[in-house]
Every structure is written in C-alpha cells, then in structure tokens.
C-alpha cells in the first residue's frame, strides 16, 4: 500500500475524520448571503492537512453558485506583483456578461494595484477583446498606453471608486447565489510585510459584495509576523478580519495515523513485520501486557546468574509504566508524529529501514523484549536525530552534558529502567555489572563511522582469540 501524501484531493482517502468539517465550512458558504462580503480562516500547524481541507472544501462547494480561485501567494516573488495578481484573479472570475461590474473593477483596481500603467493597459487591452498573453505583451512593451493613465488615475478618489463598485456588485449579487470564492494557501511562508498586505486586501480594498475569502494559515506563524511588525494585539487584529475561524486540531491522531498508515501496510505473517507490530503496540497504543514492568518474575528466572555472589537488581514496575507513558507522550508532542505531514515522513523513513535493521540487529535479541525496545527507540532517535545517535546517547554511564534534546534524554532514562543489571557487594564497593546490550550494534548499523567501526573489528578478533 503506497502512503498518500498531503494535500489530498480524493475524498475517499480521508483517514482523519476531515470530510465532515469539509462539509461544514462548505454548507456554510453555500448558504451564505451573496451580497454580503464575508472571510473565514482554516487554522492549524504546519502540515495538519490545511491544503488537504481547502480541496475538501472546494469539492462540496456548490459549482452553480460558486466559482473557485485557488490563490497560492507563495508562488508570486514580490508584494506588487502579490496585489496585481489577485485583482486579476477576481477580475478573470467577474461574469463575462457584467460589463458594468467588471469596468467599476477595473476602474477600481487602477487607484490601488501598483504598477498602474502596465495594468490599465492589460485590463483594457482584455476588455476589449485580447487574449491574456497578447494583452500581456502590449502592456510591457507599449509607450502609447502611458497617455491618458494620469487622467484615469486622478479623475475619481480611492473612496469614491470603491462606494460605487460596491453597489454596483451589491446590485448584482442581490437575489441571486452566486459567489467568488478565494482560497488563499500558504500565507505563513511570506514575509511579514506580504501578509500584512494580503489582510489589507481581504479586510479594506477587496470587502466587497459576492466575494468570500478562505484562508488557510499556521495561527502561531502569523502571530509572529504580525508581532515582528510592531502589531503588538495581533489577535484583536486578525477578530478584525475574519467573521468566523475553524481549527485543524491534530491532538488526538496518533494513533489513527499508526493504524492507516504502517499497522495496515503491515503483514504479521512475516517476522521482520511481527515485531514492528509489537513494538507499535507497545510504544503507540501502550499495552501493558506487553511493558517490561509485566515479566517481571519471567525476567528474574531468565536472567538468574549461576555465580551466587551476583544478584539481579529489582526492576521497578511503576517507573517502568510511567516511563513508558512518557515515551509516549515525548513521540506525540516532543517530536510531533500527532501532525501528519511529520508522521508520513517518519513511517516512510521506519519502513525503508527497518528490514535491513531487523536483519542485522534485532533478530538476535529476540528472547528479550527490553533489546527490542530499545532498538526500536534507537531507531525513531535516528529518524530525527541522526547525528546524535551514537552509543554515548544512550548509555547512563557516559557522561551527557552535550545531549539536549528531550526526547534522546527520554529515552535514555526509559533504557536503563527497562534493562536489567546485576550487582555485587563486596566490603569496599559495589560492582554493577550490565548485560551485554543491543546498543552498540544498533548505533553501528544507523551511523557505521569507520573510526567506530574499526574499533568493533578489533574488539571482535580479541574476543574471537580468548
């Protein structure tokens, strides 16, 4: 089963429960008074599924009522030419038997796009019958067009020009359903200046009758711009401009992730697939018959030294659980697997490595959970932080003062409560002495340094010799 990336489109593929808020926000727009200017925004963080929502939204939309600008900022290289191309966009979707409505835009459009002679002469050459291309061309290469501009551009105020445009649309949209929609993309990704400018547009130069603005933007990134501009109320300023706001919340969804997008592409038939399953199991949807802290008695019998002088030290069942419950929390919101975009790229990366992996370090750590665990952890550790995986990074008898990363600390805490040791007291000191673990190989494999890897060679042939 191939993972369907973000944005989707087919409805079908939906995994997270977004066609019924789709339909929602739709409905909502359908039934939305025509006449009446109105923007809304899709909320969430990046990668949540807000592109995926737009296209949810724009296939329940109703075709006979209301026509679609897919309005993607990110793609236009600089602020005027950000304004310029919006206008044409409203401009191209203005009903083609609107005369009057689409001359008010034009004449609307002259006293705020910048770069006032190049559009005059577009739009006009448009009006008047030309392709978009051949009219793209006299615009940038004529000098004829520059007669006249000064009196277009100075015979009629700003507030003038938008009063009568906007009864002019009022008139036209007054008792029919019709409407243009605008969906407006990857507002976060501009620089602070541009979104200010894109608001300017929706809330002051474009609140007009017929139109309606949806737009998709990461809340926390554009507080920061707003802020960075000096707009210290930046919640008070974005209440200003959006009548209503739906939120894209990816708190609850791990878990459903796992199941459509690894457990299911899975087969457990095949060992390699089995124990990921396992491991799934333990670290996703934590199920406890399967913690450490569960076998214990099982541990004891199984690791019991014959050498009398040697005890196994107790594991303790309740700091296991809740180790494992903080792992668990670490994977969902420290490296954020609850946002889809994070977790798609994580499973893709876990499934490329994993049969590679499982053949050369977990099938012969086997018979012991707390190796497979552990290996496994390694394992998501290198997925987001491959230069720090290194046997140090989880080891408590290195010293650490360089790992700052939460979720490596994490788990190297949770490692050494679920791995057993033995200690021997003697009249001057006390001997721990740890089980041969999986660490070193799983490190080697992820991040084989050849300095590391000759030191291994070495350590193997001393062993091979004794």
Known sequence: MEINYLPLEVIEDDKLSFESKAIEIASSINEYPSYLPY???????????????????????????????????????????????????????????????????????????????????????????LEPGSASTLSSGTSESVKGVGEILFNKPLSRRKKELYEEMYRTHIGTDNKIVVMIDELDRLFP???????????????????????????????EALENKGISRSKQYLDKIFQNNYYINTKYQLRTLVEHFLISTLDPTQLPDKVLIECLDVYFYLNRDKFISSNISRFNETFKKDDNNWDLNSLDPKQINSSYMTIFEMLNDELNLKNPRTFLYFSKRLKEIWPGYFESVLKKYLYRDFSIHTAFLILIAYI??????????????????????????SVREHVSLITPNYVRHESNYLEIYELKDVIPCATIFLNPYPDILQKSKKNLHYEQGK
């Open 193 to 223: 200046d541009e979104i200010i400018t894109i608001f300017q547009m929706i809330k002051s130069a474009l609140d007009l009758p017929g139109l309606i603005f949806i737009v998709a933007m990461d809340e926390i990134m554009i507080h």
């Open 39 to 129: 923007s809304i925004s899709i909320r969430g963080p990046w990668g949540s599924g807000k592109s995926t929502m737009l296209n949810f939204i724009e296939h329940y939309l109703n075709n006979d009522k209301c026509r679609v600008i897919r309005f993607n900022p990110w793609i236009i290289t600089d602020r005027d030419s950000l304004i310029n191309s919006l206008f044409e966009e409203i401009y191209y979707q203005i009903d083609g038997g609107l005369t009057k409505t689409k001359e008010k835009f034009i004449d609307y459009a002259l006293k705020i796009v910048p770069s006032a002679t190049k559009v005059a002469t577009y739009f006009g050459a448009i009006s008047n019958g």
């Open 384 to 409: 987001f932080y491959p230069t720090k995986c290194e046997e140090r990074t989880f080891k408590n008898n290195y010293v650490k003062d360089d790992i700052t990363e939460v979720f490596l600390k």
